[in-house]
């Protein structure tokens, strides 16, 4: 029996396009104006913001001033770390502050399937844990749960685990999360819409469930996963 439900977030609980199409959009277009306006709250990023300009410098990959007192050449090199796509720390901290003071004001709300809330109140009700796994921070993950378009669902939720733990596409992550939820791997089932994670969840001895929703990547066979249309599909898991 399954005593945990691990789940990913983009294409699982929340359409993909919803951080593509709202939540990132908005961090960049708020960045200059937050930037100005938390400037001297954001130090402890700056400071490694400024090592990371430098290595960039030096091996030409931006050109553009970079100045500890100037909030715009601060914002300047957020944007360039957004068009490259860089994996920094510190950027994702940075939007991560973004959102959270845009779901504050009201201004973001959090995109739920509708069968995500349901399903949560079933499996609690029969005394399962539910935990998240997802790639964003595990402060971005938060504020998904707290402001949904279904209200705070956070109280569900037991545990949530970022990158820090591991690449979700190494086993080794989901042997670390079932040994820190307190269950053998094969009491936990984990769920997402990509198959190399799964494919890594299942190698370590979880159960594993593909989630095949509108919006999401086409899905190359072969796949040796369960999959699922919504939550409404495991009733009895
Ligand atoms: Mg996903």
Known sequence: MIKAILLDIEGTTTPIDFVHKTLFPYAKAKLGEFVETHFSALEPEIEQLEKEYHKDFANQLYGRDF???APETLANY???LIEVDRKSTQLKSIQGKIWQSGYESGELVSEIFA???K???RWKAAGKTIAIFSSGSVLAQKLIFKYSNFGDLSGFISDYFDTNTGAKQT???????ATAMNHPQKRVAFISDVTAELDAAKIAGLCTFLSVREGNGIVQPPINHSAIAS????QNI
Do not use: C, M, W
């Open 119 to 121: 399903a949560f109140k």
């Open 231 to 234: 939550f409404n599909d495991l």
């Open 115 to 117: 069968d995500v809330p």
């Open 78 to 80: 957020l944007e360039f």
């Open 171 to 177: 086993g080794e992550s989901y042997v670390k999360i």
């Open 67 to 69: 100045r500890s007192d």
